[in-house]
């Protein structure tokens, strides 16, 4: 059984190798982790030693098999965590990573089971990221950030770029979410800003950097 540590640095290997296409080197594992390389180190000896990882020297360390299946375990707690918080504890979006972190390690498959039939097997959760399934699949939609997309295009919001508390709570304050429904009416010349309509009722501005954070699966 690994610990919350250990299944917190499976995860961030995971997401950092870009779901175990490439190798991570210990120095963005560091960052990532907020802790010194030499304790990095150590953790990926004690993943290597439980055969959570694949480390070759100079080239990084990787999940291994065993350790994907470990980590989307994991990642689909957390993201039927988020679920639950926002559907049935009316958390806000800004509110969630940290809460989902803590339940996430809950050591419960029936508990993980049971909570995923409650919701109504929910296939992306809040922040619009796929869901894997009991056998660690992935769903995944095409999204596209707002700024690659043509005037006049209809999407669904699938995803958000930014996490930062802020845009999470201007989002809220403007009325998107992940579900909501935007239209692109105009997009300025002069600064890049885009108008959209919001479920097809009010119609507003946002920022270039707003826009490029925004992600819309085309509907």
């Known amino acids: 059984m690994l610990s919350f540590v250990e299944e917190n640095y499976?995860?961030?290997i995971y997401h950092l190798s870009e779901a175990g296409k490439r190798s991570v080197n210990t120095n963005s594992l560091a960052e990532e982790m907020k802790t010194a390389p030499a304790s990095v180190s150590d953790m990926i000896k004690r993943l290597s030693e439980k055969k959570m990882v694949d480390y070759q020297k100079y080239r990084g360390v990787n999940v291994s098999g065993k350790g994907k299946i470990k980590a989307?375990?994991?990642?689909?707690?957390?993201?039927?965590?988020?679920?639950?918080?926002?559907?049935?504890l009316n958390f806000q979006w800004?509110?969630?990573d940290e809460v989902a972190e803590q339940l996430e390690h809950i050591k419960s498959p029936l508990l993980i089971q049971r909570l995923d039939e409650f919701l109504g097997f929910p296939k992306f959760d809040p922040h619009g990221d796929p869901i894997p399934d009991e056998n660690g699949q992935l769903i995944e939609k095409r999204k596209d950030p707002i700024t690659q997309l043509p005037v006049g295009t209809a999407g669904i919001v699938v995803g958000v770029n930014g996490s930062s508390a802020s845009f999470l709570k201007y989002l809220d304050k403007v009325g998107i979410s992940i579900g909501t429904r935007l239209q692109i009416v105009d997009r300025m010349e002069f600064d890049g800003s885009?108008?959209?309509?919001i479920d097809g009722k009010k119609t507003i501005t946002i920022s270039p950097t707003v826009a490029e954070n925004i992600l819309l699966s085309e509907a």
């Open 10 to 12: 499976l995860k961030a």
């Open 72 to 88: 989307l375990h994991v990642i689909r707690q957390h993201r039927i965590w988020k679920v639950f918080l926002v559907e049935k």
């Open 94 to 96: 800004d509110q969630l």
């Open 194 to 197: 885009v108008d959209v309509t």
